[in-house]
């Protein structure tokens, strides 16, 4: 049986950027194996890519001694062995900052206390890269079997760019990043100079 990924939604609305990463997250897993909790509107928009809930993952009754919350700031590093042993891997849905600030800890690890905690490193993945690193260790790969790149240079057009803090993991050779969510910081440039 495929473990659940479940996805904490832990922002105030369902930014752009949000529903790029969790359509992503459905690709890279399938749609049958997430949820999206804490949705307090759009779930109509999010049901594509996932179970939706209105309740936090607080809330649902699920046996926490076999889910696996993701933290970088767990003392412990998610080994491939124990992951298959895990039925529920919970993830913050956070937009993150430039510097890792423990909003998973504060906001979702410490309301958990039953779950297992467990690193994938002590960089900042987009949430869903955190789900495509979780799911290579799942299927049998250590951490350190994977290749990384950090601080990615996005351009934006021939004189511009702009770079993206976390770490992303390759895939032949490449950063792993949507190429909607590309799209979508291009066109916020391009709007950043049309709007008025």
């Known amino acids: ?62 046996d926490l001694k076999k889910a696996c919350v993701l933290d970088p700031f767990a003392l412990k590093t998610l080994a491939p062995k124990e ?18 600030n423990g909003r998973t800890k504060k906001e979702l690890t410490r309301f958990l206390q039953k779950a297992h905690k467990r690193n994938i490193g002590r960089n900042q993945f987009s949430t869903d890269n955190a789900v495509y690193v979780t799911s290579e260790i799942v299927n049998g790969k250590r951490l350190n079997e994977l290749k990384f790149k950090d601080n990615i240079e996005i351009k934006i057009n021939s004189i511009e760019s702009t770079i993206l803090p976390y770490r992303y993991p390759l895939v032949k050779g490449k950063p792993r990043i949507s190429l909607k969510l590309i799209t979508y910081l291009k066109n916020q440039k391009v709007l950043e100079f049309t709007t008025p």
Request: aromatic share 14%; charged share 30%.
């Open 1 to 62: 049986m495929k473990p659940i990924f479940i996805i904490e939604h832990l922002e105030p609305r369902i930014w752009r950027w949000c529903e790029i990463e969790y359509e992503s997250i459905s690709k890279i897993v399938g749609k049958e194996n997430v949820w999206l909790t804490n949705i307090k509107s759009g779930s109509k928009r999010l049901a594509r890519f996932g179970k939706v809930f209105r309740k936090s993952v607080r809330e649902l009754n699920i």
């Open 83 to 100: 992951a298959k042993e895990f039925r529920y891997f919970i993830f913050g849905g956070i937009l993150g900052d430039e510097k890792l």
